[in-house]
T-cell receptor, first 116, second 114 residues
C-alpha cells in the first residue's frame, strides 16, 4: 500500500542549531515529493518539492530537503533554526498508480518547536 | 493575489442542520480539493475535482456532497451535520498540465457541530 510516514510527532531544537524533520515513503514508481508548512490558524504553505534531478532541493525560508531513493526518504533540513520556524510540517507524495494522479498521500505532520 | 478564499472562517451548527462551505480560487487552476484536518489524523481528502465538470470521492466522502460550480468555485455541503464532522476544512487547488505542481490552500473553515 502507498504510504507516507513522519516518524516524529514533535521535534524540538534550540535557535541557531540545525534542524531535521524526517519523512519516509512507500510508493511504487518514481514519486513526486513535497513539503508544506502550517502556521497556527492558517492553511498549508508549499515549501519545496522534488521531481527529478539533483537530490538536494532548496525551498522557501532557507529550507532544503534531501531525496534518498535507496532509503525512500525525503528529510527536511535547515542549517540554522529560527524561533519563527516553529510550526507544523507535512510531507506529501504524489504517486502514479492509475486513476487521477493529482492526489497526494499525506504524512500526519511533525510539530517543530524552536526554543530561543 | 487572493489565491484560495474560503468562507465562512468559523461556523457553529446544531446536529442535523445543513450548510455549504464555499471555496474560490483566482489562479485559473483546473483541480480543486476539499480536506478535513483533525488532531492526530493529518489531512484527509473528502472530495476532489480534477477539472470543471468532474468530481470524485476521496478517502472520507460520507456525509458530504460537492459542486464544482465553475472553474473558480468548488463548494462542500453538509446535508445533515453530525458531531463527528466537527473539524477544520481546507480547500486547495492546483494547476498546470503536469502533476508536479504544488497545491495551494485556503486558510480553512473551523466548523463546530453541537
Amino acid at each position: 500500500a502507498q504510504s507516507v510516514a513522519q516518524p516524529e510527532d514533535q521535534v524540538n531544537v534550540a535557535e541557531g542549531n540545525p534542524l531535521t524533520v524526517k519523512c519516509t515513503y512507500s510508493v511504487s514508481g518514481n514519486p513526486y515529493l513535497f513539503w508544506y508548512v502550517q502556521y497556527p490558524n492558517r492553511g498549508l504553505q508549499f515549501l519545496l518539492k522534488y521531481i527529478t534531478g539533483d537530490n538536494l532541493v532548496k525551498g522557501s525560508y532557507g529550507f532544503e530537503a534531501e531525496f534518498n531513493k535507496s532509503q525512500t526518504s525525503f528529510h527536511l533540513k535547515k542549517p540554522s533554526a529560527l524561533v519563527s520556524d516553529s510550526a507544523l510540517y507535512f510531507c506529501a507524495v504524489r504517486f502514479f498508480g492509475g486513476g487521477n494522479n493529482r492526489k497526494l498521500i499525506w504524512g500526519l505532520g511533525t510539530s517543530l518547536g524552536v526554543n530561543p | 493575489n487572493a489565491g484560495v478564499t474560503q468562507t465562512p472562517k468559523f461556523q457553529v451548527l446544531k446536529t442535523g442542520q445543513s450548510m455549504t462551505l464555499q471555496c474560490a480560487q483566482d489562479m485559473n487552476h483546473n483541480s480543486m480539493y476539499w480536506y478535513r484536518q483533525d488532531p492526530g489524523m493529518g489531512l484527509r481528502l473528502i472530495y476532489y475535482s480534477a477539472s470543471e465538470g468532474t468530481t470524485d470521492k476521496g478517502e472520507v466522502p460520507n456525509g458530504y456532497n460537492v459542486s464544482r460550480l465553475n472553474k473558480r468555485e468548488f463548494s462542500l455541503r453538509l446535508e445533515s451535520a453530525a458531531p463527528s464532522q466537527t473539524s477544520v476544512y481546507f480547500c486547495a487547488s492546483t494547476g498546470g498540465g503536469n502533476s508536479n505542481q504544488p497545491q495551494h490552500f485556503g486558510d480553512g473553515t473551523r466548523l463546530s457541530i453541537l
